[in-house]
């Protein structure tokens, strides 16, 4: 189950008279008997020799310089055995390891290493375990449990309080005493992390199958609180949180089915307590129309969840436009009806709406989901008296969606034609269509 990349790695360094083993959740994994997810190498070879032996090799990251070396689509981390934290390790008044790019002995590099089963090393020239912090015991009983003293291992790097609730979820593993006990008292510390870094982890543990476990494990340790704050505040009240829940499980089981997982409907899940709430608050306070209200919510809680954890722009955009569209599933007249349905991005704004429905929030968007799933069934769309606008009553929409067709149907669609994509730049007022719901931005 090894990877061929891996193998060439290992035998490539070996033959160049270095050291090096395969080591961490690769290793882990197999003798726990999961399938990896990656492979990891370890070697005594320095960054700038590693380069030298595969032409592939890219070398990444400042405070801890890794070597990415690729095999097509496979890409190994090759790092340099870390020598021993010392005094004179720059750090911040944390405690937090600064710089860290001096390299030891295979031995010095097991105690760097995070919990007891992830410095496990695989020694390809005789088939054995190396094992100096008495991982495979705790493989064995099933612990997590972090290598030295847990209040300083955390300082030194508080993400491994995110990754104590990651693969311990990942196992099935209960987690050390000793391991758990500061994590409450230590959470704010990940306020120092930049939240670039924090944005990867966020996908690592909230877009995976362990989703749920994983929130409800950074909730217990005070954890979710920092990196989002907004939503935690809001998922006291049970009908948010299961909102919440329902998309995490949602993606985890895209991902058990090998189907595309994306970061903006995660992420446009996990803020969107807080900007369903700040919109509605716009209304009362401003009277707003509600689609302003929520263009506006959408800015001002997007600015302040950023200051903790990253959202690049191309996970942003889209996330905007799933929150927009929410705004539009109200207008049931056919000619826009249609149109929204040809929208680049309805298949994902209708999914988050039916998530929305199932969570409970708001019975009438049980009746609203149900609606739109018909509507992209038949090419009638359903009649919806309330909504139907005057002179529309025959059912016919503005001229330019007059052959019928329901457009991006998505799956459930039968084989209509497909209509005709937005043209970049947007489609704003044509064909007497409103501006009304013009994402922001
Ligand atoms: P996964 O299955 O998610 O890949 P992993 O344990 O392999 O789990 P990686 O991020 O790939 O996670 O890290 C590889 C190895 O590097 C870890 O097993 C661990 O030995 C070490 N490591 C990673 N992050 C840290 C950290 N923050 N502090 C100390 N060691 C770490
Ligand atoms: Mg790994």
Same mark, same amino acid.
């Not at 306070?285 to 707003?288: D, K, L, N, S």
């Given at each position: 189950m090894i990877s061929q990349g891996t193998l060439k790695t290992l035998y490539t360094l070996r033959d160049a008279g270095f050291e090096a083993y395969m080591v961490g959740g690769g290793v882990r994994d197999l003798l726990a008997g999961i399938t990896p997810k990656d492979f990891d190498v370890a070697t005594s070879a320095h960054p700038e020799q590693v380069k030298k032996l595969f032409r592939s090799c890219r070398l990444v990251g400042r405070r801890f310089v890794i070597c990415h070396v690729r095999f097509g689509e496979e890409i190994l981390e090759v790092t340099t055995f870390r020598g021993p934290i010392t005094d004179l390790h720059e750090r911040d008044e944390t405690g937090r390891i600064l710089a860290d790019n001096d390299y030891g002995t295979l031995e010095e590099d097991a105690f760097r290493r995070d919990f007891t089963i992830n410095a496990l090393y695989y020694d390809i020239r005789d088939y054995s375990i190396v094992d100096y912090c008495g991982g495979v015991e705790d493989l064995k009983t099933g612990t997590l449990r972090l290598i030295g003293d847990p209040e300083l291992r955390f300082r030194e790097d508080p993400v491994r309080m995110l990754r104590a609730v990651r693969i311990v979820n990942k196992m099935r593993f209960r987690l050390d005493p000793a391991s758990a006990a500061p994590i409450r008292r230590l959470a $704010? !510390? !990940? =306020? +120092?992390? $930049?939240p670039a870094r924090l944005f990867d982890e966020v996908l690592k543990i909230l877009l995976t199958r362990e989703a749920v476990d994983n929130l409800y494990g950074l909730r217990v340790y005070g954890l979710f609180k920092q990196l989002f704050p907004q939503t935690d505040a809001l998922l006291e009240d049970p009908a948010q949180l299961a909102f919440v829940n329902r998309a995490l499980a949602n993606s985890a089981q895209r991902i058990e089915k090998d189907l595309p997982i994306s970061p903006a409907f995660l992420y446009a899940a996990l803020l969107w307590p807080p900007v369903e709430k700040r919109a509605h608050e716009l209304v009362q *306070?401003? =009277? @707003?129309p509600f689609h302003i209200a929520l263009s506006q919510a959408s800015e001002e809680v997007i600015a302040r969840a950023i200051s903790r954890v990253a959202i690049p722009k191309r996970f942003s955009m889209p996330m905007r436009e799933i929150w927009g569209l929410q705004s539009r599933f109200d207008q049931r007249h056919p000619g826009r009806a249609r149109r929204l349905m040809s929208h680049p991005r309805f298949r994902a704004a209708y999914d988050f709406l039916l998530l929305r429905a199932q969570a409970g929030t708001d019975p009438m968007l049980t009746e609203l989901a149900t609606w739109w799933t018909e509507a992209q069934k038949g090419v009638e769309l359903p009649r @919806? @008296? *309330?909504?139907? +606008?005057? =002179?529309?009553e025959t059912g016919e929409g503005a001229p330019d969606d007059s052959d019928g067709t329901p457009g991006a149907g998505g799956d459930a669609a039968p084989p209509a034609r497909r209509r005709r994509r937005r043209r970049r730049g947007g489609r704003r007022g044509g064909g007497g269509a409103s501006a009304e719901a013009a994402p922001a931005g």
């Open positions: $704010p !510390l !990940l =306020g +120092e992390i $930049p *306070a401003e =009277g @707003h @919806h @008296h *309330a909504t139907v +606008e005057s =002179g529309d």
